[in-house]
């Protein structure tokens, strides 16, 4: 049972890609919790603790989305372990009890305010689990579904920054401070989340939605590049009231990347175009979640 598990997280859940990307994200907002005011000093025992909250999130995510996509998915992707019965649902139920409870005792080890947002963050899953009971609805609206789903992303962000910083007692310009950095937080990964289903028509499954079937290259080209614009302008503002400039310059560059590579697939519209986009997207999103996170880090 212990290999098809291994075996399941290599293709579903891939270890090192999930670890980067909960860790960055977490790093990010835990220190930017530190350049509010009257915020708790950085305590390594509660960051690991906390990361360790973020990370059995993502996996209970995961298994969620397995349950609320399995019927399309055994049409889609019929050589998952999964669609071919070779690990069932059942099995990563037997995973998921277990990683809900580590999450909350945890949670509650790490005091009332992480735990309340632990719970905010149980709620928002678990809506998405029911797909907030208009599943027909949603599903025909491929925007919509996209930011109801990403909406998740700024509840997530409140459990490191409430380790630190009670958000219930924070002045009206920390609420602001933290609602700019919640948005370009969500810009960034419904950026990454665009970029990964920018298909050529070769790569099209008409059993599996992308955004460039729905909305056609073009459409998505802008609206990918509107919201990666976003992201960088939210988090120069943020990085330049700080007087980061070289900061500033990385978000810019890694932009510029991005930009470079949507380009690039609108030019080209090829499978490695496709693919192009999605690394690049993957580059513009961990790379400015750490190039934020370490002069946030140092103050």
Same mark, same amino acid.
């Given at each position: 049972?212990?290999?098809?598990?291994?075996?399941?997280?290599?293709?579903?859940?891939?270890?090192?890609?999930?670890?980067?990307?909960?860790?960055?994200?977490?790093?990010?907002?835990?220190?930017?919790?530190?350049?509010?005011?009257?915020?708790?000093?950085?305590?390594?025992?509660?960051?690991?603790?906390?990361?360790?909250?973020?990370?059995?999130?993502?996996?209970?995510?995961?298994? &969620?989305?397995?349950?609320?996509? &399995?019927?399309?998915?055994?049409?889609?992707?019929?050589?998952?372990?999964?669609?071919?019965?070779?690990?069932?649902?059942?099995?990563?139920?037997?995973?998921?009890?277990?990683?809900?409870?580590?999450?909350?005792?945890?949670?509650?080890?790490?005091?009332?305010?992480?735990?309340?947002?632990?719970?905010?963050?149980?709620?928002?899953?678990?809506?998405?689990?029911?797909?907030?009971?208009?599943?027909?609805?949603?599903?025909?609206?491929?925007?919509?579904?996209?930011?109801?789903?990403?909406?998740?992303?700024?509840?997530?962000?409140?459990?490191?920054?409430?380790?630190?910083?009670?958000?219930?007692?924070?002045?009206?310009?920390?609420?602001?401070?933290?609602?700019?950095?919640?948005?370009?937080?969500?810009?960034?990964?419904?950026?990454?989340?665009?970029?990964?289903?920018?298909?050529?028509?070769?790569?099209?499954?008409?059993?599996?939605?992308?955004?460039?079937?729905?909305?056609?290259?073009?459409?998505?080209?802008?609206?990918?590049?509107?919201?990666?614009?976003?992201?960088?302008?939210?988090?120069?503002?943020?990085?330049?009231?700080?007087?980061?400039?070289?900061?500033?310059?990385?978000?810019?560059?890694?932009?510029?990347?991005?930009?470079?590579?949507?380009?690039?697939?609108?030019?080209?519209?090829?499978?490695?175009?496709?693919?192009?986009?999605?690394?690049?997207?993957?580059?513009?999103?961990?790379?400015?979640?750490?190039?934020?996170?370490?002069?946030?880090?140092?103050?």
């Amino acid at each position: 049972m212990l290999k098809k598990y291994l075996k399941y997280s290599v293709e579903r859940f891939p270890l090192p890609g999930v670890i980067l990307y909960a860790g960055s994200l977490y790093w990010m907002s835990y220190s930017f919790a530190g350049t509010l005011h009257d915020s708790s000093s950085w305590s390594i025992l509660d960051f690991f603790t906390g990361f360790i909250v973020y990370f059995l999130v993502f996996l209970h995510l995961r298994i &969620f989305d397995e349950h609320k996509d &399995f019927k399309k998915d055994c049409i889609a992707y019929p050589k998952r372990m999964l669609s071919r019965g070779e690990i069932t649902l059942k099995d990563l139920r037997k995973i998921l009890y277990p990683v809900l409870a580590v999450e909350c005792v945890l949670s509650m080890m790490l005091g009332i305010r992480a735990f309340t947002a632990w719970l905010m963050i149980m709620v928002w899953t678990l809506l998405m689990l029911k797909e907030f009971f208009v599943k027909e609805f949603l599903n025909k609206r491929i925007g919509l579904y996209l930011i109801s789903h990403q909406l998740l992303v700024p509840i997530m962000i409140i459990f490191p920054i409430m380790q630190r910083r009670n958000l219930f007692q924070a002045s009206k310009s920390e609420l602001v401070l933290f609602s700019i950095f919640a948005l370009g937080t969500m810009c960034l990964t419904m950026t990454y989340e665009i970029a990964r289903k920018t298909w050529s028509s070769e790569m099209e499954n008409e059993n599996a939605d992308s955004y460039t079937r729905e909305w056609g290259i073009g459409r998505t080209y802008v609206s990918s590049i509107i919201v990666a614009a976003i992201a960088c302008v939210v988090f120069n503002y943020l990085l330049y009231d700080m007087k980061e400039i070289a900061s500033v310059l990385a978000t810019g560059a890694l932009f510029m990347i991005y930009l470079v590579a949507e380009t690039f697939f609108l030019i080209k519209k090829n499978a490695r175009a496709s693919k192009i986009v999605e690394y690049a997207g993957i580059l513009y999103m961990l790379g400015t979640f750490i190039t934020v996170a370490i002069p946030c880090t140092i103050k």
